[in-house]
């Protein structure tokens, strides 16, 4: 694929960014009322991104729909990560936000490596597969941990905590 019409995928990823806000906002509320269905969600538009390009990747506007799909997952999912942290743990949150953001970290290092060697020795179909099995992975941690946790007030008041207390 030429340069040209890689830097267009990051346009649309853009675009969708700022045009789809009201579509998300209107996701979350008919379909991810909560902070654990809203990861639930993104990580089902991933899978379905990852799918349709592992399918479909033959046509550049297939990617575009993938990239469509992604990104609508990451927006579902960027705002809900901090959310969850602040509310499941309390005055614990910056360290379990500074873990995520660490692992965050290393996969944007090896994921590159990784995928970089699976493309030198297998082809983007082998990427693709992995970007599938990977996103498939997150939505089923993620609905195992929404069925285990299903306590309604995770963070007890008495967690919280004042400098001056």
């Given at each position: ?11 649309v ?5 700022l ?107 082998a ?39």
């Amino acid at each position: 694929m030429d340069l040209k019409y890689y830097s267009l995928l990051w346009t649309v990823n853009g675009i969708v960014i700022l045009a789809f806000q009201p579509f998300t906002n209107w996701i979350k509320q008919n379909f991810a009322q909560n902070i654990v269905r809203q990861m639930l969600v993104s990580a089902l538009f991933s899978v379905a991104a990852f799918s349709f390009i592992l399918f479909f990747h033959e046509l550049y506007v297939y990617l575009i729909i993938g990239m469509v799909l992604a990104t609508l997952g990451e927006m579902m999912l960027l705002p809900a990560i901090p959310t969850f942290f602040s509310e499941r743990t309390g005055v614990n949150a910056p360290f379990y936000m500074g873990l995520a953001g660490g692992f965050a970290n290393v996969g944007r290092m090896i994921g590159p490596l990784l995928f970089g060697h699976a493309f030198d020795l297998w082809g983007i179909g082998a990427v693709f597969f992995l970007g599938t099995l990977s996103s498939l992975a997150a939505l089923v941690m993620f609905y195992i941990h929404a069925n285990m946790n299903k306590d309604p007030d995770p963070v007890p008041e008495a967690a919280f905590r004042t400098l001056g207390a």
